[in-house]
């Protein structure tokens, strides 16, 4: 009977995997990851892996502080308008943009703690900081979503003139293309690098782009003489962002939870059934820690193998699951013997081996 466990850390093999079997991983890669797989020469030195997590904290790092400044160029704009209109509606979206071009701050400095090593207190190192951003940012939108609707319910109390309109609707307009170029890029990237939080604050970026649109629909609606036009906009803006903020919620909370696409599930299992000697799959397990996955199976297989052979198994289920499974960070594989497949016969051996002889 053979009983192994079986566990690796894959984040600098599967930097070599990404570069040996490119081919696996073209939907995965980035296009100057592998510009430079086929111009650098290959090397055996560890120093010349390219770590995938941290690869992609990079690209989250970059996405945060590129969106950041197209934030800020979008919000400078629109000040600039704003001085010479005088709008106040236009004002509060302004402000409104450079509060939210901030929640990157939060998240920036997740991805940097994230790339921090494992402690003998963190064992799994420090990726959960991304989650902790992501429910900042779930906060933030919240909090633009009350204030939209704040907004919105005063302008009906209180309606108010706006004035300089093409000037507004253009700051609108420019608000709306800022926050959606910005928005798009932060969900691509945290998408591609498996970013709950990222997508999370791209989700947001893009509310602020319908709330600048509000801007440019109330500038129509003054212009047509329609007083309650930018009260009433503000009031489905204000719907609009809830929905986005369940979206957003709902993500962050599954991240948490340690939800992942069922889809990701099968692959794995298929993965490891397709391993030559793997009788059965007992169980699969699979969660985010940041923006990284780990993996435990239980493997069955023949009683009457070795304890070699077992792990021969172990070892090639991990590296076919490095190929199968997406930003897989880590995998610990455990065989049964046929004879006692499944967990539910732990108990029992154990207590077997530590009775007293007779």
């Known amino acids: 009977m053979t009983d192994h466990g079986h566990g690796h850390d894959h984040s600098r093999d599967h930097g070599r995997h990404e570069r040996d079997h490119d081919h696996h991983h073209d939907g995965h890669t980035a296009w100057w990851h592998r510009l430079t797989h086929a111009a650098v020469p290959h090397s055996h030195d560890s120093r010349a892996k390219v770590d995938p997590a941290l690869e992609s904290s990079r690209q989250g790092l970059r996405a945060l502080w590129l969106s950041l400044v197209g934030l800020g160029i979008t919000a400078l704009a629109q000040a600039v308008i704003v001085v010479l209109s005088g709008s106040v509606a236009l004002l509060g979206d302004t402000l409104h943009n450079v509060a939210d071009a901030l929640t990157a701050v939060p998240l920036g400095i997740a991805f940097l703690v994230g790339r921090r090593a494992a402690t003998r207190a963190y064992t799994y190192g420090y990726g959960r900081a991304e989650d902790l951003a992501g429910i900042i940012i779930v906060a933030v939108i919240a909090a633009s979503a009350v204030a939209a609707a704040g907004t919105a319910v005063a302008r009906l109390l209180h309606p108010a003139e706006v004035t300089h309109l093409p000037w507004v609707a253009a700051a609108g307009l420019v608000g ?26 791209g989700l947001h970026a893009r509310t602020d782009g319908y709330t600048s649109l509000a801007v440019l629909a109330a500038a129509g609606g003054a212009a047509l003489g329609w007083r309650w036009a930018d009260p009433v906009v503000g009031v489905a803006i204000a719907a609009a962002i809830t929905f986005v903020l369940r979206d957003a919620a709902r993500e962050v909370y599954r991240r948490l939870m340690d939800a992942v696409d069922p889809d990701l599930v099968d692959q794995a299992e298929s993965a490891l059934r397709a391993v030559d000697g793997v009788q059965d799959v007992a169980a699969v397990r699979l969660r985010w820690i940041g923006h990284r996955l780990h993996a435990e199976a239980e493997l069955v297989v023949d009683a009457k193998l070795s304890l070699l052979a077992a792990h021969e198994i172990a070892a090639d289920a991990e590296h076919q699951l490095t190929h199968a499974v997406p930003r897989l960070a880590t995998a610990t594989v455990h065989t049964d013997p046929d004879s006692h497949p499944g967990g539910h016969h732990h108990t029992a051996l154990s207590h077997r081996r530590r009775a007293p002889s007779r």
Do not use: W
């Not at 998408?191 to 999370?200: D, E, F, K, N, Q």
């Open 176 to 201: 709306f293309l800022g926050n959606e170029l910005v928005a798009q890029y932060r969900i691509r990237v945290g998408r591609r690098i498996g970013s709950a939080a990222l997508v999370a604050d």
